[in-house]
């Protein structure tokens, strides 16, 4: 069996006295979706920041986290993105003043320090998933609207060829539409090997894309399984779907 992407074993983290998460075990495969679902305060971000190595100063971790068999439990975030890593954040920080071109251009900074030089082809791959992004290359990315910020630092994010990407509730605040758009973009992620975890308050769109979803609350994974499996248990419908059925 291939080597998962990402793979967490029992990782707790704690806040001085106060415990987050709960034993947490987690698998993303290459070519794969994985969702985590789960209201506000079940600590999903806390989850995201542990594996990309971003908690905060009173933060204690325990457990494993493996980035393609290798566990970088120890590593700091730079050393976490030189292994493959990218987290796009649910703030969307952009430098505001910048280009779009000029933000594109940040996430390959770790490459270009590697000595890599292949950033045209990816930057024209990041322009054919986002023709958006193209046309507006030159324009300051602080003028953009919420969505197209979105679509901003997610193509950063693939600027640095990531084997594991990671999603912080990337539809928040965004029209439906243009929710649609991003998550028919993170669907076509998936046919260039990377492994996807993407973490979502809107479950019927998170279900629809992922492979595989698990539900989180309180620090702990009450469920876990194929995603249109997830989306068709009366417990999740209750809970996260609402009584309204239709896809969105």
């Not at 995201?48 to 986290?65: D, P």
């Not at 993105?81 to 954040?89: F, I, K, R």
């Amino acid at each position: 069996m291939a080597t998962p992407v990402l793979e967490i074993r029992d990782l707790h983290v704690a806040y001085g006295k106060v415990e987050a998460l709960h034993g947490l075990n987690v698998t993303v495969g290459a070519g794969q979706i994985v969702t985590v679902i789960g209201p506000n305060g079940a600590g999903k971000s806390t989850m995201l920041n542990a594996i990309a190595g971003a908690q905060v100063a009173n933060a204690s971790t325990r457990g494993a986290v493996l980035l393609r068999g290798v566990d970088v439990g120890g590593y700091p975030v730079e050393s976490r993105v030189a292994q493959g890593m990218s987290l796009v954040p649910e703030s969307r920080d952009l430098f505001t003043t910048m280009s779009v071109e000029d933000n594109l251009l940040l996430g390959a900074y770790t490459r270009y320090k590697r000595g890599e030089k292949d950033y045209a082809a990816q930057l024209e791959s990041v322009y054919d998933l986002f023709p958006r992004l193209r046309e507006r290359r030159a324009q300051a990315a602080g003028t953009m609207s919420g969505g197209e910020r979105q679509m901003v630092a997610l193509g950063r994010a693939l600027m640095a060829k990531p084997t594991l990407l990671m999603l912080d509730e990337p539809s928040l605040g965004l029209a439906p539409l243009i929710v649609k758009e991003i998550f028919r973009v993170i669907v076509r992620l998936k046919e260039t090997g990377v492994g996807i975890l993407l973490v979502e308050q809107n479950a019927r769109a998170a279900l629809q894309a992922a492979d595989y979803g698990y539900v989180l609350e309180t620090g702990e994974v009450v469920m876990e399984g194929p995603a249109a499996q997830l989306a068709n248990d009366p417990k999740v419908i209750d809970t996260y779907l609402g009584l309204n059925k239709k896809t969105a």
